[in-house]
């Protein structure tokens, strides 16, 4: 883990209406690290990793990923640089059911990068081997369990080379005994060079690999600590709560 | 009609005591005999006996018979197919006949089908005389263009875009993974129609506006030597295809018939380069006609149709005003008045419109103005569909970097013409059909043609079996589509899958 910084914020706020979803978000995420995001549901936590890479666009404070300043004013070219170096992993897999697996993977590093069709087919092989269904890669998603689903979400979004991973409840639409083929590959990924933001349930992975925990409340950032403080000391009222009520 | 008589004396002998003896009204005239319709049918037939395919059977010699009753007029022979249906009743009869308003309606619904029935029969092989259509089908077919004595040799230009457009239907046939035999049976049906049509020369001609209509310098022989050809070429194609689609993966065959249906597209526009090169060479669409004419305005307005539908359906989709604004303009014009309007429009404005530009010819003009129409049909559909696209389809493209107008041509559309494609066809389906209003302009279409037949010298005033003829031809192709996309359904499987919705 090096020094340097790949995403700060500043006092983000996100509204939707009246209802203030964010409530002015400072991070300062450093190149390599793997931040879990905990929180009850509709603290936050989905809107704030969409803002990373303007999914969702915040309407206060500063974003930096990257050396890019993400806002109105973002060019077209940067913003679409930026979401390529971000790969971003949805809860319902969102996989393009038109299209086979491999045409899955292999459609962006050509269309965004544009790779020939050969060289984008071959790196989408390697990554469905690393995601172990090298087997499935004709076949059209509708075909496919959850949990392979998932796992080809993931070798899609590597196909692009990121630099940034984000996952929002990568697991949570998953039948239990699918999600630990999905959560082996994200431990896998973690060992690599590559920041990543992953909002999740699993405390299990978050005590694993995580190397610090942000908890998030009500638009707010809680706490941010190590997983061992988070988890065996947590500083706020709120995390402990929070503790008790999912353990 | 014998029929009415029977009819009568059923309700009053058989039914009429039926109903009373179950409602155990005794009236005294038929209170000797109240039979059961079931009894009856029982004590008639009750020692036949049953085989697995009976009704099957019973059915198609109740058919023949009912045709020999028609063909030769012979009084007793109206009631014999009666003896045949009977035997179907009492195979049914638990069905048919369990209480007494079923009896009266089975018995009242078979009369009327069967004088229907018996009608068109007498129709189609009585008082019709088909030789009026057999003698003009390639004027119904081609127009007067093709079959004139001096001007008939251009048919040749049909030849090569029929071996072309043959191959490539067969082979789309091959990628569907069905039995030989649901292929092998329509396709020699088909092919001994064609063999018949084009082998049998009949001898003909006539004056019409002082142009010849003729089958007199007609040469069979060669013609078919070509479509032997062309139906031998077509069976290989089929056979090559199914062999190789047997070993190949479900996205190399969807990806093969991409592959078809552009060629398809290519070729019909390379038929029209054939039909009328750059040049002095060629036939003028003006000389187009004939029932292929109705197939090409068809086919050329669902090509441009389908441009013009995927702009105006993301143009309405859109958040500027610059797309939104023009597309709801022009799908709300061109949908709210009736298409003869248009028509006309494109007969007599269009051509002071665009004339120091392009020299527009009828037949251009009027793919034009369907295709417009089409257009504006599609993209309300398309619409319809696009908006069943999940957004998180679209987030995940914007995700990986995708731009919009890439998100929209390979994310949204695909999945929203599968999703549509029902009502797709059914739009094509309505737009081949329209293509028939085209006479108005003394285009020759198949109808025109039709219109016109009667008054050759051989045919006076025998207006109904062309027409008759036409309308089947339309209805032929129109219900072949539909069956055509119910294969295609399964063969996407859109009925088991539910669109996007599991992703
Ligand atoms: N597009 C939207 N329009 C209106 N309100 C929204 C929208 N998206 C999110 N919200 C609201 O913002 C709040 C935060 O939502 P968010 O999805 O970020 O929560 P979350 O922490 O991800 O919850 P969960 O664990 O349920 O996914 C919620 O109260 C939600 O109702
Ligand atoms: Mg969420």
């Known amino acids: 883990m090096s020094e340097e910084s790949i995403i700060q914020t500043k006092d983000v706020t996100v509204s939707f209406g009246d209802f203030q979803a964010l409530k002015g978000i400072n991070v300062d995420i450093k190149q390599g690290e793997i931040i879990v995001v905990l929180g009850p549901s509709g603290s936050g936590k989905s809107t704030f990793i969409r803002t990373l890479n303007r999914l969702q666009p915040h309407d206060g404070g500063e974003i930096v990923v990257d050396g890019i300043q993400i806002n109105e004013d973002t060019t077209v070219s940067d913003l679409k640089q930026l979401r390529s170096d971000i790969g971003f992993v949805f809860q319902q897999f969102n996989l393009f059911p038109h299209i086979t697996v491999l045409e899955n993977i292999a459609l962006a590093p050509q269309k965004v990068r544009g790779m020939s069709k050969e060289e984008a087919e071959e790196v989408a092989m390697k990554l469905l081997e690393r995601v172990g269904i090298p087997e499935q890669k004709n076949k059209y998603p509708a075909a496919l369990s959850g949990g392979q689903q998932q796992r080809v979400a993931i070798a899609r979004a590597l196909a692009m080379d990121p630099k940034i991973m984000l996952f929002d409840e990568p697991t949570s639409a998953l039948d239990p005994e699918m999600i630990k083929e999905v959560l082996d590959v994200m431990i896998d990924l973690a060992k690599r060079d590559i920041t990543m933001i992953v909002v999740t349930h699993e405390m299990g992975f978050a005590k694993e690999v995580g190397d610090r925990i942000m908890f998030f409340d009500e638009g707010h950032l809680v706490e941010e600590s190590t997983p061992d403080v988070f988890f065996d000391n947590p500083k706020e009222d709120r995390s402990k709560l929070f503790l008790e009520q999912i353990l | ?503």
């Open chain 2, 1 to 503: 009609m014998s029929f009415n008589f029977f009819l009568l004396i059923f309700i009053l002998f058989v039914l009429l005591p039926d109903l009373l003896n179950r409602y155990h009204i005794t009236v005294r005239a038929v209170q000797v005999s109240c039979p059961n319709i079931r009894e009856i049918l029982n004590l008639l037939y009750g020692k036949l006996p049953r085989y697995t395919y009976s009704a099957e059977l019973a059915f198609i010699i109740s058919l023949l018979l009912t045709y020999f009753a028609v063909k030769s007029e012979l009084s007793f022979a109206s009631y014999l197919p009666l003896v045949t249906f009977g035997y179907i009743a009492h195979l049914n009869s638990k069905e048919l006949f369990d209480t007494p308003s079923n009896s009266f309606i089975t018995i009242l619904s078979f009369f009327i089908l069967y004088s229907f029935f018996v009608k068109a029969l007498e129709f189609v092989f009585i008082e019709s005389n088909w030789d009026v259509v057999f003698k003009n089908r390639r004027f119904i077919f081609l127009g007067p263009y093709f079959i004139n004595p001096y001007t008939g040799d251009e048919i040749w230009r049909f030849w090569p875009p029929f071996y072309v457009f043959l191959v490539i239907f067969c082979a789309g046939y091959g990628t569907l993974s069905e039995s030989k035999v649901k292929f092998l049976l329509p396709y020699s049906i088909f092919c001994l129609a064609l063999i018949f049509l084009i082998g049998y020369d009949s001898d003909y001609y006539s004056y019409k506006n002082g142009m010849k209509i003729s089958n007199r310098n007609y040469e069979a022989t060669e013609s078919l030597f070509l479509l032997a050809g062309a139906l031998i070429l077509g069976l290989i194609s089929y056979l090559l295809m199914h062999q190789r689609c047997k070993i190949l993966e479900e996205f190399q065959v969807n990806y093969i018939q991409q592959v078809l249906i552009l060629s398809s597209f290519l070729s019909f526009i390379g038929m029209l380069f054939l039909l009328d090169p750059p040049g002095d060479e060629g036939v003028k669409p003006s000389y187009w006609g004939g029932f292929v004419l109705n197939l090409i305005f068809a086919f050329g307005s669902l090509v441009i149709g389908f441009g013009i539908g995927i702009a105006l359906a993301f143009g309405r989709r859109s958040s500027l005003p610059v797309f939104y604004v023009p597309s709801v303009a022009i799908i709300e014009l061109f949908r709210s008045g009736p298409l003869v309007a248009w028509l006309f429009f494109a007969q007599f404005l269009v051509p002071d419109l665009f004339n120091p530009v392009w020299e527009a010819d009828i037949a251009s003009r009027i793919i034009f103005v369907f295709a417009l129409f089409f257009g504006c049909y599609l993209a309300e559909i398309l619409r319809g569909g696009l908006q069943t696209v999940p957004h998180g389809q679209f987030e995940a493209a914007t995700a990986l970097g995708l731009s919009p107008t890439q998100i929209k041509l390979r994310i949204q559309l695909p999945q929203a013409i599968r999703t549509t494609l029902p009502a797709i066809v059914g739009q094509m389906i309505a737009m081949l059909k329209d293509t028939s209003l085209v006479y108005f302009f003394g285009v020759y279409d198949a109808f025109k043609a039709t219109k016109d037949i009667p008054s050759q010298r051989d045919f006076l005033a025998e207006y109904e079996e062309p027409l008759v003829f036409v309308a089947f031809l339309f209805w032929a192709v129109a219900y072949y589509l539909s069956r055509l996309t119910t294969k295609i359904e399964k063969n996407l499987g859109l009925d088991n899958e539910g669109g996007a919705g599991r992703t």
